[in-house]
Nanobody
């Protein structure tokens, strides 16, 4: 069964940058929709970005212009480049891959049913 492993989380000051990676093992991203969700303590689980299998990319308004999602199919890896980070970006970030799943923009908790694979998450902390 495919597993997703995130890396690259950590602590940065406001205005800093981080790049998250999500590598798949035991399977490939081929023909899947992929994306990133995040959840801060006490907050809902929000979709940050999605890369559809046709290449279209969606960003939440809170990160548009600051975050860039990309994928490297040869490396079976998904990336999230985060620039000009803000304290409100502090959250656990989850990588998701799904074939035909329902991508909700905001749900109560990450992970949620209906998506094929979730990573375990990586913590990002932005200090003011």
């Amino acid at each position: 069964e495919m597993q997703l492993v995130e890396s690259g989380g950590g602590s940065v000051p406001a205005g800093g940058s981080l790049t998250l990676s999500c590598t798949a093992s035991g399977g490939t991203f081929e023909n899947s929709d992929m994306g990133w969700y995040r959840q801060a303590p006490g907050n809902k689980c929000d979709m940050v970005s999605q890369i559809a299998n046709d290449g279209r990319i969606w960003y939440d308004g809170a990160v548009k212009g600051r975050f860039t999602a990309s994928q490297d199919n040869a490396k079976n890896t998904l990336y999230l480049q985060m620039n000009n980070m803000k304290p409100e970006d502090t959250a656990v970030y989850y990588c998701v891959a799904s074939w035909g799943g329902v991508w909700s923009k905001s749900v109560a908790h990450c992970p949620y049913n209906g998506m094929n694979y979730w990573g375990k998450g990586t913590l990002v902390t932005v200090s003011s």
